[in-house]
């Protein structure tokens, strides 16, 4: 198993779960990042998670060694939330896609 990818206290692999009324209602708002602490992700990670916000379709390809269910809950879990403030979500629902679909940004040191 690959060391856990963390960044701004939140674990990001192995890919966090989710309870089932999480899936269904919204994760609570410390899964996500804080306007105070946004990562920068590439452009096209917001593009891609602000159109499943929006219009919802299917997901990209995951990298090898993330497990696809709970990736799919963890996404579904925090787009669903009214918890947090719209930037706080698309950013970390972006950084996950990013860093779950990029093989680059998995050996990386996103660590902080």
């Known amino acids: 198993m690959r060391p ?3 960044i701004n206290n939140l674990v990001f692999y ?3 779960e989710f309870q089932d009324v999480d899936v269904a209602f919204g994760a609570g708002q410390g899964a996500y990042f804080k306007r105070s602490n946004l990562p920068e ?3 096209k990670f ?8 929006f219009n ?3 997901l990209p ?3 090898e060694g993330v497990d696809v269910t709970k990736a ?15 930037e706080e979500k698309i950013t970390t629902v972006a950084y996950a896609l990013w860093l779950w679909t990029d093989k680059k ?3 990386q040191g996103h660590d902080k």
Do not use: N, Q
Request: net charge positive; aromatic share 10%; hydrophobic share 50%.
């Open 14 to 16: 192995p890919v966090p």
């Open 4 to 6: 856990k990818k963390k």
């Open 41 to 43: 992700v590439p452009g």
């Open 72 to 86: 799919e809950r963890a996404i579904r879990a925090w787009l669903s939330s009214f918890a947090p403030a719209h």
């Open 105 to 107: 940004a998995m050996k």
């Open 61 to 63: 390809a995951f990298a």
């Open 46 to 53: 917001d593009d891609m998670a602000s159109r499943l916000f």
């Open 56 to 58: 919802g379709g299917a």
